[in-house]
């Protein structure tokens, strides 16, 4: 089993420039998550899903889209990257019994300039 | 509201040395789950452990353990022997089981944990 994956692990984009996050999971896992982290800040959720076809916001959606076509891929787009959107994001799945024992994939780490 | 607080950002000690990491949480919850995560230089998250707010017996794995005290709120980790391979940030975390599909987790800032040679 892999787990998580994300792809791509690292990204430059120019502010405005749009790009699309991947997230997969081969545990059969319900609900999978996007967080970005950053230096002082910790862990915050960008968005959520509990299952295929549905997705809710997090702390931070603002910016950011996303999409769960597939139970097993949790995509997250920047429409128009700026550089407040520099930073580490992962993406972590669990299982709905599991009560939140996320986990999580490598990272990506995203550079706008 | 909810709250996780790791106070000590950064703890340095040598190896050999017993190290203990401190989460204090708060929430109005009777049903709770809380967590450790660890996050080495590599940067991957590694989930450690999880436990329920109803369980409050002490856990050992290895050279890890685990203090859940619900009576201060503290869910506090211990390094025994501690080695090089055992720096990395830690994280605390708490989950809210009544939420229905609102499945988040609160997460502390981290401690960072450097264990010299």
């Known amino acids: 089993n892999a787990g998580v994956t994300q792809t791509p692990k690292f990204r430059v984009l120019k502010t405005g420039q749009s790009m699309t996050l991947l997230c997969a999971q081969d545990m059969n896992h319900e609900y999978m998550y996007w967080y970005r982290q950053d230096p002082g800040m910790g862990l915050r959720l960008i968005h959520y899903s509990v299952g295929e076809g549905t997705t809710a916001k997090g702390e931070v959606p603002d910016g950011y889209n996303v999409s769960r076509l597939k139970k097993q891929n949790f995509l997250l787009g920047l429409e128009s990257a700026a550089p407040s959107q520099t930073s580490v994001y992962f993406c972590?799945?669990?299982?709905?019994?599991?009560?939140?024992?996320?986990?999580f994939g490598p990272g990506t780490r995203l550079t706008v300039t | 509201a909810q709250k996780v607080t790791q106070a000590q950002t950064e703890i340095s000690v040598v190896e050999k040395e017993d190290v203990t990491l401190d989460c204090v949480y708060e929430?109005?919850?009777?049903?709770?789950?809380l967590f450790w995560y660890k996050q080495p230089p590599s940067g991957e998250l590694v989930f450690l452990i999880r436990?329920?707010?109803?369980d409050e017996q002490n856990e050992i794995s290895g050279r890890y353990s685990w203090n859940f005290q619900k009576s201060t709120s503290s869910f506090n980790f211990t390094i025994t022997a501690s080695q090089v391979v055992d720096s990395a940030v830690y994280f605390c975390a708490l989950s809210d089981l009544n939420a229905g599909n609102n499945r988040k987790l609160i997460w502390g800032l981290g401690t960072s944990l450097a264990v010299n040679p």
């Open positions: 436990r329920n707010s109803f």
């Open positions: 929430t109005r919850d009777t049903t709770y789950y």
């Open positions: 972590a799945s669990s299982h709905r019994d599991r009560a939140n024992e996320q986990y």
